[in-house]
């Protein structure tokens, strides 16, 4: 039987196309392949608020914000501000009347309260706890963590060395673990009677950074504690007038925290101003400024004095009574064409410059029909314009004035219409209500007559001063939190993180060679081991794990005191 050649494979381009497609093609159910699969809505917002959280608790969000928030406290500290000083701001708002509107609804005149400094203040807040929480627990870890496992090739550390020492290998990593004193360091036996030691040190440089960022936050949050069950009232008080107790209706000015609904506050009274007192160099510059005040604390407390002082403050109850600022009460005898005294009144003028240049008004509403109203400028240290205004000289009242417009008509107070009681609405003066009577520049004792006779006299002047109440619940942790910033700052420049590395080899084991020593000794720089005591080949290592620079020194150092014999005596 004559066997028949098999015939040739045909080639790929005579396939069959149909054939091809029918046998590449797999049902659905029996294709090994995964579908990819795509996240639904949820998902996708899943995922975009973990990667959201991420960037808003990294580091460099951190720093940002923060940098945000020192440049939005700019503005604080070169505008005046309402809570501080609202004369200061009505004073710049009547001298930048258009700037004033765009600064005051971007909240520029009172920025810590602003929506926008809130915002960066509340996201700097998270920031900085989703950062420090996840550190804390890696920290505490690494911290009862041992230092790591010696390296076997020393040599190749940034910075290595090697020396020879007597003893065995144990007691020569027992003498080093003594002299490694400051270090926290692990000794450890491998085979072949190799003893490694771990030595590493600077840990309180993680400390000192989580300690500055822990601060921190603890820092906003005793501010925010402030912010939100803190209250601030501010009242003008003259000498001799009656005081006033801690209610929000006898305040000129409350700023209460977001959570103070203004009752429950603390009960006390100031119950009078007794005198204010201010000393001044011989150069006139002001030196001291002292209120001697008579306060009251709960119902039926007995009269107490105190003298306060700038940055003296009075504390009672959890609140602390501060002097804010002062100035004069010019006094005037008003007397009726019989002689009769009807009027005698001091009135505050509020401070316009650096001399104390005040102005102010006087109304008399009941005493004199028509109705009375003085309107000028009191100068402590005065000196004529020319022009029948006054200035100011000093700040010391040395030759008090005033000049004064008399005004007599109606004062427009049944009108419903909100004034000032430091100065006469003008709209009223426009429609001819109040009409001018006279202008005049009186000095103590003197007086002006009007033309029904009625006179007026300027008796000279008593002092106010500007009391503020402040109750601010945060502010020990504010104290305390500041200055474990500087401390964490302090511990985070001037710690650095070391490592170094101890293997000590019995020095019979490394005369043998590495075929027999069982791994590649080290390079000895002394002298191979002669007969006599037990010795030891050291090999060292270093590692350092922040500012590199200079290391190599200080390795130098470490390595001199671990090979000195005469180190364990100096210890």
């Given at each position: 039987?004559?066997?028949?050649?098999?015939?040739?494979?045909?080639?790929?381009?005579?396939?069959?196309?149909?054939?091809?497609?029918?046998?590449?093609?797999?049902?659905?159910?029996?294709?090994?392949?995964?579908?990819?699969?795509?996240?639904?809505?949820?998902?996708?917002?899943?995922?975009?608020?973990?990667?959201?959280?991420?960037?808003?608790?990294?580091?460099?969000?951190?720093?940002?914000?923060?940098?945000?928030?020192?440049?939005?406290?700019?503005?604080?500290?070169?505008?005046?501000?309402?809570?501080?000083?609202?004369?200061?701001?009505?004073?710049?708002?009547?001298?930048?009347?258009?700037?004033?509107?765009?600064?005051?609804?971007?909240?520029?005149?009172?920025?810590?309260?602003?929506?926008?400094?809130?915002?960066?203040?509340?996201?700097?807040?998270?920031?900085?706890?989703?950062?420090?929480?996840?550190?804390?627990?890696?920290?505490?870890?690494?911290?009862?963590?041992?230092?790591?496992?010696?390296?076997?090739?020393?040599?190749?550390?940034?910075?290595?060395?090697?020396?020879?020492?007597?003893?065995?290998?144990?007691?020569?990593?027992?003498?080093?673990?003594?002299?490694?004193?400051?270090?926290?360091?692990?000794?450890?036996?491998?085979?072949?009677?190799?003893?490694?030691?771990?030595?590493?040190?600077?840990?309180?440089?993680?400390?000192?950074?989580?300690?500055?960022?822990?601060?921190?936050?603890?820092?906003?949050?005793?501010?925010?504690?402030?912010?939100?069950?803190?209250?601030?009232?501010?009242?003008?008080?003259?000498?001799?007038?009656?005081?006033?107790?801690?209610?929000?209706?006898?305040?000129?000015?409350?700023?209460?925290?977001?959570?103070?609904?203004?009752?429950?506050?603390?009960?006390?009274?100031?119950?009078?101003?007794?005198?204010?007192?201010?000393?001044?160099?011989?150069?006139?510059?002001?030196?001291?400024?002292r209120a001697d005040i008579t306060y009251t604390v709960g119902e039926g407390g007995s009269p107490q004095q105190y003298p306060l002082r700038v940055n003296e403050p009075?504390?009672?109850?959890?609140?602390?009574?501060?002097?804010?600022?002062?100035?004069?009460?010019?006094?005037?005898?008003?007397?009726?064409?019989?002689?009769?005294?009807?009027?005698?009144?001091?009135?505050?003028?509020?401070?316009?410059?650096?001399?104390?240049?005040?102005?102010?008004?006087?109304?008399?509403?009941?005493?004199?029909?028509?109705?009375?109203?003085?309107?000028?400028?009191?100068?402590?240290?005065?000196?004529?314009?020319?022009?029948?205004?006054?200035?100011?000289?000093?700040?010391?009242?040395?030759?008090?004035?005033?000049?004064?417009?008399?005004?007599?008509?109606?004062?427009?107070?049944?009108?419903?219409?909100?004034?000032?009681?430091?100065?006469?609405?003008?709209?009223?003066?426009?429609?001819?209500?109040?009409?001018?009577?006279?202008?005049?520049?009186?000095?103590?004792?003197?007086?002006?007559?009007?033309?029904?006779?009625?006179?007026?006299?300027?008796?000279?002047?008593?002092?106010?001063?500007?009391?503020?109440?402040?109750?601010?619940?945060?502010?020990?942790?504010?104290?305390?939190?500041?200055?474990?910033?500087?401390?964490?700052?302090?511990?985070?420049?001037?710690?650095?993180?070391?490592?170094?590395?101890?293997?000590?080899?019995?020095?019979?084991?490394?005369?043998?060679?590495?075929?027999?020593?069982?791994?590649?000794?080290?390079?000895?720089?002394?002298?191979?081991?002669?007969?006599?005591?037990?010795?030891?080949?050291?090999?060292?290592?270093?590692?350092?794990?922040?500012?590199?620079?200079?290391?190599?020194?200080?390795?130098?150092?470490?390595?001199?005191?671990?090979?000195?014999?005469?180190?364990?005596?100096?210890?």
């Amino acid at each position: 039987m004559t066997a028949t050649p098999e015939s040739p494979a045909r080639p790929a381009d005579d396939a069959d196309p149909g054939a091809l497609a029918v046998a590449d093609v797999q049902p659905a159910e029996l294709s090994t392949q995964p579908e990819p699969v795509r996240p639904g809505p949820a998902g996708s917002l899943l995922a975009a608020a973990r990667n959201g959280w991420r960037r808003l608790t990294s580091m460099r969000t951190a720093l940002v914000l923060l940098f945000l928030l020192a440049l939005a406290s700019v503005p604080g500290s070169l505008l005046p501000q309402r809570p501080l000083n609202p004369i200061k701001v009505d004073r710049y708002v009547a001298d930048h009347p258009q700037l004033s509107k765009v600064l005051d609804a971007a909240g520029f005149f009172d920025v810590f309260a602003a929506p926008w400094f809130a915002a960066i203040y509340l996201l700097l807040f998270i920031s900085l706890l989703g950062c420090v929480v996840p550190r804390l627990r890696l920290h505490a870890q690494a911290m009862l963590s041992p230092p790591p496992v010696v390296p076997r090739r020393l040599e190749r550390l940034p910075e290595s060395g090697s020396y020879e020492a007597e003893g065995t290998p144990e007691a020569v990593a027992a003498e080093a673990a003594r002299r490694l004193r400051g270090w926290r360091t692990v000794t450890r036996t491998e085979p072949g009677g190799v003893v490694t030691v771990a030595a590493e040190r600077g840990y309180l440089r993680e400390t000192g950074n989580l300690l500055f960022h822990a601060a921190l936050v603890v820092l906003l949050a005793g501010i925010a504690a402030g912010r939100l069950w803190g209250y601030q009232g501010t009242v003008l008080v003259t000498e001799g007038d009656p005081g006033f107790c801690n209610a929000v209706p006898l305040y000129d000015s409350f700023r209460p925290g977001r959570l103070v609904d203004g009752s429950g506050l603390a009960p006390f009274c100031i119950d009078k101003l007794d005198d204010f007192t201010a000393s001044y160099d011989p150069d006139g510059t002001p030196s001291e400024f002292r209120a001697d005040i008579t306060y009251t604390v709960g119902e039926g407390g007995s009269p107490q004095q105190y003298p306060l002082r700038v940055n003296e403050p009075l504390r009672v109850e959890g609140v602390r009574v501060y002097l804010v600022s002062h100035g004069f009460s010019p006094r005037f005898t008003v007397r009726s064409p019989q002689g009769k005294v009807v009027a005698d009144v001091a009135a505050p003028f509020l401070p316009q410059d650096g001399a104390l240049l005040s102005e102010g008004a006087v109304k008399l509403l009941d005493e004199v029909r028509p109705q009375l109203a003085l309107y000028g400028q009191f100068a402590p240290t005065a000196v004529s314009s020319g022009d029948g205004s006054l200035r100011s000289a000093s700040s010391q009242p040395l030759a008090p004035g005033v000049a004064v417009v008399v005004y007599r008509g109606d004062l427009g107070l049944d009108s419903g219409r909100p004034q000032s009681v430091y100065s006469i609405d003008q709209r009223q003066v426009d429609s001819g209500a109040l009409k001018e009577v006279t202008t005049a520049t009186l000095t103590p004792g003197k007086s002006t007559t009007l033309d029904d006779g009625t006179t007026i006299t300027f008796e000279g002047y008593r002092e106010w001063a500007t009391i503020q109440v402040n109750r601010d619940p945060g502010q020990l942790s504010v104290l305390l939190a500041s200055g474990a910033v500087v401390l964490g700052v302090l511990l985070s420049l001037a710690v650095r993180r070391r490592r170094v590395f101890l293997r000590i080899t019995p020095a019979e084991a490394v005369s043998r060679g590495p075929e027999q020593a069982g791994d590649d000794p080290p390079a000895v720089e002394d002298a191979a081991p002669g007969p006599g005591p037990a010795r030891s080949v050291v090999a060292v290592g270093g590692l350092a794990r922040t500012d590199a620079g200079g290391f190599n020194s200080e390795f130098a150092g470490v390595v001199e005191r671990l090979r000195d014999p005469a180190a364990g005596r100096k210890d």
